[in-house]
C-alpha cells in the first residue's frame, strides 16, 4: 500500500466515524456511505474488504484514542485521584451534546452476527477493566475492577436516556466510596 493508500484509508476512518457515531452502524447503507466519505464505491473497497470491516477498522480507531485519552487523563498517576479523574473524563464527554452513548456498546448490539464487531468491542471493554485494575494495583482478584467497569458502562448507557439524571456523576461518587472502602 503506498502513502497516498494509506492517506485514503485514514482518511476514509477519521470521515465515517461521524456518520457511524451519529446514525449508528447498522442502518448506514453503502450507498449512505460512499456518499458521506465522497469517494467511490471502487475506493472503498481497494480500502476495506467489506462494511464489517470497515466497523471493525473504525472500532480499532476509535479504541486507540479512548486508549491515548486514559493515559493522558491519569498522567502517571494511579489511586483513587487518577480513577476519580477517569470519571471526571466521563462526565465530561456524556455532557457534550453530541453523546450517544459508547460506539463500542452501540457497534456490538447493531452487530450481534459479527464475531469481529463483537471480539473488538469485546477487547475494548476488557482493556477498560484492565486500565482499572492497572490503576488500582492491589486489586488481584479483579473484583474492584469489574465493579469499576460497571460503574463506567452504566454511566456511558444511563447517559443516553436521561441525561437530566447526571449517570456519570453518580457514578464517579460511588466509586470514590468504593475507593474509600478497599
Given amino acids: 500500500m503506498t502513502s497516498s493508500d494509506g492517506s485514503t484509508r485514514n482518511d476514509l476512518l477519521a470521515r465515517v466515524g461521524e456518520i457511524f457515531y451519529a446514525n449508528g452502524t447498522y442502518l448506514v447503507g453503502m450507498t449512505e456511505l460512499v456518499r458521506h466519505l465522497q469517494t467511490t464505491r471502487a475506493t472503498f473497497y481497494r480500502h476495506f474488504e467489506s462494511k464489517e470491516d470497515l466497523l471493525v477498522a473504525y472500532l480499532q480507531k476509535r479504541d486507540a484514542a479512548v ?17 476519580l479523574d477517569v470519571f471526571s473524563n466521563l462526565e465530561r464527554k456524556t455532557s457534550a451534546d453530541n453523546f450517544r452513548g459508547c460506539a463500542f456498546l452501540i457497534a456490538a448490539i447493531e452487530n ?5 464487531i463483537q471480539d473488538t468491542a ?17 486489586d488481584t482478584d479483579g473484583v474492584i475492577s469489574e465493579q469499576l467497569l ?23 461518587a ?7 472502602d478497599s
Fill in 112 to 116: 450481534p452476527q459479527s464475531k469481529k
Fill in 174 to 180: 460511588i466509586a470514590a466510596r468504593l475507593m474509600e
Fill in 150 to 172: 460497571l460503574l463506567y458502562e452504566g454511566a456511558l448507557a444511563g447517559s443516553v436516556l436521561r441525561r437530566e439524571a447526571g449517570a456519570a456523576t453518580v457514578a464517579k
Fill in 67 to 83: 486508549r491515548e485519552q486514559l493515559v493522558e487523563v491519569v498522567a502517571g498517576r494511579t489511586g483513587a485521584p487518577a480513577i
Fill in 122 to 138: 469485546r477487547t475494548h471493554k476488557l482493556f477498560l477493566k484492565d486500565f482499572f485494575s492497572s490503576l488500582l494495583g492491589n
